[in-house]
């Protein structure tokens, strides 16, 4: 499948979830969805935004299977992209190209709340992680602060492009995943979400923009985390989300980078 020239790009949502009630849930799940989301749904809050694209994240819930998702990214492909769930023993190469192949731009780990945290050092991770640079596919990461130096290491380490989470569920601005993102960002092959910033279990999320901004501010990228599962009460406006960033990122000229154009460097759009 060769994916279709996309429509002018005005502005990108990298991070939102398609989900069903009925869809079959992964044992080991620490959250489920109370309410369908649904494609048409999420495409008309683009269009009512003032906004070209979006990405669409694989919950954890749903495990490695990743059919809801693919089969939103046939529904648009010249709008959505789409990150991916996998089993790192058994996914190949040629397997993550034929996603890449299908609107899939980057495999994603979880790994937040979790007590069997998988080693990212192992060499069925780091085997993973080179599948995915040599198949254009970034690594996107959700896992707690004081875990993201190990695993961004272990990613970068293997040529891969990292993208973080949800501001890395950073603690704070002086802590490990804080020092960890800059780093990251320095280096030239890791972005950061502004997204969700009601899950950083943080009072200083302006300082640690702003921190983040000064070390790469066309590394950063933003996202609404729709349709909020597990925090429906702390949003449930898709505007308002949208209008969040105005604090988060003050200037204008930034805040367009962060909305238009280093989302589509990110996903290769025109």
Same mark, same amino acid.
């Given at each position: 499948?060769?994916?279709?020239?996309?429509? /002018?790009?005005?502005?990108?949502?990298?991070?939102?979830?398609?989900?069903?009630?009925?869809?079959?849930?992964?044992?080991?799940?620490?959250?489920?969805?109370?309410?369908?989301?649904?494609?048409?749904? =999420?495409?008309?809050?683009?269009?009512?935004?003032?906004?070209?694209?979006?990405?669409?994240?694989?919950?954890?819930? =749903?495990?490695?299977?990743?059919?809801?998702?693919?089969?939103?990214?046939?529904?648009? /492909?010249?709008?959505?992209?789409?990150?991916?769930?996998?089993?790192?023993?058994?996914?190949?190469?040629?397997?993550?190209? *034929?996603?890449?192949? !299908?609107?899939?731009?980057?495999?994603?780990?979880?790994?937040?709340?979790?007590?069997?945290?998988?080693?990212?050092?192992?060499?069925?991770?780091?085997?993973?992680?080179?599948?995915?640079?040599?198949?254009?596919?970034?690594?996107?990461?959700?896992?707690?602060? *004081?875990?993201?130096?190990?695993?961004?290491?272990?990613?970068?380490?293997?040529?891969?492009?990292?993208?973080?989470?949800?501001?890395?569920?950073? *603690?704070?601005?002086?802590?490990?995943?804080?020092?960890?993102?800059?780093?990251?960002?320095?280096?030239?092959?890791?972005?950061?979400?502004?997204?969700?910033? =009601?899950?950083?279990?943080?009072?200083?999320?302006? !300082?640690?923009?702003?921190?983040?901004?000064?070390?790469?501010?066309?590394?950063?990228?933003?996202?609404?985390?729709?349709?909020?599962?597990?925090?429906?009460?702390?949003?449930?406006?898709?505007?308002?989300?949208?209008?969040?960033?105005?604090?988060?990122?003050?200037?204008?000229?930034? !805040?367009? *980078?962060?909305?238009?154009?280093?989302?589509?460097?990110?996903?290769?759009? /025109?």
């Amino acid at each position: 499948m060769t994916l279709p020239h996309t429509t /002018p790009v005005t502005g990108i949502d990298t991070h939102a979830h398609v989900l069903r009630t009925d869809h079959p849930l992964t044992a080991s799940r620490h959250s489920q969805p109370s309410k369908d989301a649904s494609i048409t749904e =999420y495409l008309s809050l683009l269009e009512a935004h003032g906004l070209s694209h979006g990405v669409l994240t694989a919950p954890s819930f =749903y495990g490695d299977n990743n059919s809801l998702l693919l089969e939103a990214l046939e529904a648009a /492909p010249h709008r959505l992209r789409g990150t991916v769930c996998v089993t790192p023993k058994t996914t190949t190469e040629e397997e993550l190209q *034929a996603l890449a192949s !299908r609107g899939v731009v980057g495999i994603r780990l979880n790994w937040s709340r979790r007590s069997d945290r998988p080693d990212p050092n192992s060499p069925t991770h780091r085997r993973l992680f080179q599948a995915a640079a040599k198949s254009g596919l970034h690594v996107e990461v959700l896992i707690e602060d *004081a875990h993201l130096p190990a695993i961004a290491d272990a990613v970068l380490g293997e040529g891969a492009v990292l993208v973080i989470d949800h501001f890395g569920l950073a *603690a704070g601005v002086r802590t490990p995943g804080a020092a960890a993102m800059v780093r990251a960002l320095e280096g030239g092959s890791a972005w950061v979400k502004l997204s969700a910033p =009601y899950r950083p279990p943080t009072s200083e999320l302006r !300082r640690l923009s702003e921190a983040l901004l000064s070390a790469a501010p066309h590394r950063l990228l933003w996202g609404s985390d729709w349709p909020w599962v597990q925090h429906e009460n702390d949003v449930s406006d898709y505007g308002a989300c949208l209008s969040a960033l105005d604090h988060l990122v003050p200037d204008p000229v930034m !805040r367009t *980078a962060v909305l238009v154009d280093n989302p589509a460097q990110l996903l290769g759009l /025109p």
